[in-house]
Every structure is written in structure tokens, then in C-alpha cells.
């Protein structure tokens, strides 16, 4: 079993990269709704209003332009749920590890021998 000071700190890492995982997810909502509006609103939008003036070349653009922001914001979007997933899981293995250093030792510890007492 850890001493004392070890498994506070352990808590108090598990405490920040909790916070860490959690402030994450919260970035992670804030941007989505952001990257959805960037997508779904302009192109569609100058169509509509330029509609009668657009020559059949402008339409191939903003289509093409459409694309590239969709491919553009799902790169972003899977760059943040990578940023997010890391937070989660470290946050995770450090719950995991105060939460093993917490209980002692266990019985196949005791067992083979190499409880720390």
C-alpha cells in the first residue's frame, strides 16, 4: 500500500485531470455548434440571395466551396474529439490509479508476495 502523500497525490491528479476532461468536453460543445453554423449557413445563404444573379459557374463554385468547408470542419471536428478523448482517458487511468492505491493491497498481492507493509 502507498503511503499517505502518495495517494493524496494521486487524488489531486485525478481531481485536476478531471476538471481537464470536463473543461474538454465543454470546449468540445462550444466548438461543434460554432463549426455546424460555419458549415450549414453561408454557401446556403449567398445562394439564396444571389440566386437570380448567379451564372451557372457561381453555382459550381459555392457548391465546391461547400465542400471544402464541410471537409474542412470535419478534420477540425475530429481534431477536437481526439483533443477530448485523450482528456477522458487520462482522467480515467488517474481515477483508476487513486482508486487502486485507495483499496491496499489486494488478495493476489498478498498472495505472490509483494505487499509493500
Wanted: net charge positive; glycine share 6%; charged share 30%.
Amino acid at each position: 500500500m502507498g503511503s499517505v502523500g502518495d495517494v493524496d497525490a494521486l487524488r489531486r491528479a485525478a481531481d485536476v485531470l478531471g476538471r481537464q476532461a470536463a473543461a474538454a468536453e465543454r470546449a468540445y460543445e462550444r466548438r461543434s455548434w460554432l463549426k455546424l453554423a460555419v458549415v450549414l449557413f453561408p454557401v446556403p445563404i449567398l445562394v439564396a440571395l444571389f440566386r437570380l444573379r448567379l451564372d451557372a459557374w457561381g453555382y459550381y463554385i459555392l457548391g465546391a466551396s461547400y465542400v471544402a468547408l464541410a471537409c474542412l470542419m470535419l478534420v477540425l471536428d475530429r481534431r477536437d474529439v481526439a483533443i477530448r478523448e485523450r482528456a477522458r482517458q487520462a482522467a480515467d487511468r488517474a481515477r483508476d490509479a487513486y482508486a487502486e492505491a485507495s483499496a491496499g493491497p489486494t488478495k493476489n498481492h498478498a498472495d505472490l508476495g509483494t505487499d509493500r507493509r
